[in-house]
C-alpha cells in the first residue's frame, strides 16, 4: 500500500487533521474533514482525512487516530481508503467499520487498516452520517472511534477536483 508520513499541521486552536507529508497544501475544510494535496516523485496525491469525535477503550499512550482518503494520480489509485489507529493491531485480528448498519471488513498491517472494498464503503460514506471504526489492539480491548461524515461528500468531491478524479 503506501506509507505513513510523519508530519501533523494544526488546523484550529483545538482540532488538527495529519497531514501526511511536510509539503502538503491544505485544500480547505468541510464539516469534520479537511482536504490536502502535495506532488512526490511519483505524481500528485490529494486526500481528504478527519479524526474520531469519540473513541472508547483507547489505551494509555495511544497515538493519534485518524481516518483518510486517498488518490495517487500516477498509480491511478482512487479513493483508497486507510484507518490509522494510533496502536499496533493485534496479528490476525479483525478489524470493521459500520456505516449506518452497514458492515465491512478490514485487513490490517501495524498500525494501518485498509478497506476490502473502497467503492463499497466510499457509497456508504457519501449516504451516511456516522461511522464507526472497531479495531483491536496488540494489547488491551477492542476500540471503537466514532467519526462524523458531515462534510465528507463535499470533501471528497474536492480532492477529486484537484486530482482530476471523477
Not at 482540532?15 to 516523485?41: Q, R
Not at 472508547?56 to 493519534?64: F, Y
Not at 494510533?86 to 471488513?105: Q, W
Request: glycine content about 10%.
Amino acid at each position: 500500500m503506501f506509507a505513513k508520513y510523519a508530519a501533523v499541521f494544526a488546523i484550529a486552536a483545538i482540532v488538527t487533521v495529519p497531514a501526511l507529508a511536510d509539503s502538503a497544501k491544505s485544500l480547505g475544510k468541510s464539516g469534520d474533514w479537511e482536504s490536502f494535496t502535495y506532488s512526490d516523485k511519483a505524481g500528485k496525491v490529494c486526500y481528504t482525512a478527519s479524526l474520531p469525535k469519540r473513541s472508547l477503550n483507547s489505551a494509555k499512550g495511544r497515538g493519534e487516530a485518524y481516518l483518510s482518503i486517498t488518490h495517487r494520480t500516477a498509480d491511478k489509485s482512487t479513493g483508497v481508503l486507510s484507518v490509522t489507529a494510533g496502536y499496533p493491531f493485534k496479528k490476525d485480528a479483525p478489524a470493521e467499520i459500520d456505516v449506518g448498519g452497514s458492515k465491512f471488513d478490514l485487513y490490517t498491517s501495524a498500525d494501518t487498516a485498509w478497506a476490502r472494498d473502497d467503492k463499497a464503503v466510499l457509497q456508504a460514506m457519501l449516504k451516511g452520517k456516522t461511522m464507526v471504526v472497531y479495531g483491536t489492539p496488540g494489547k488491551g480491548d477492542q476500540t471503537v472511534d466514532t467519526y462524523s461524515l458531515d462534510g465528507f461528500a463535499k470533501a471528497y468531491a474536492e480532492i477529486g477536483k484537484a486530482c482530476g478524479v471523477k
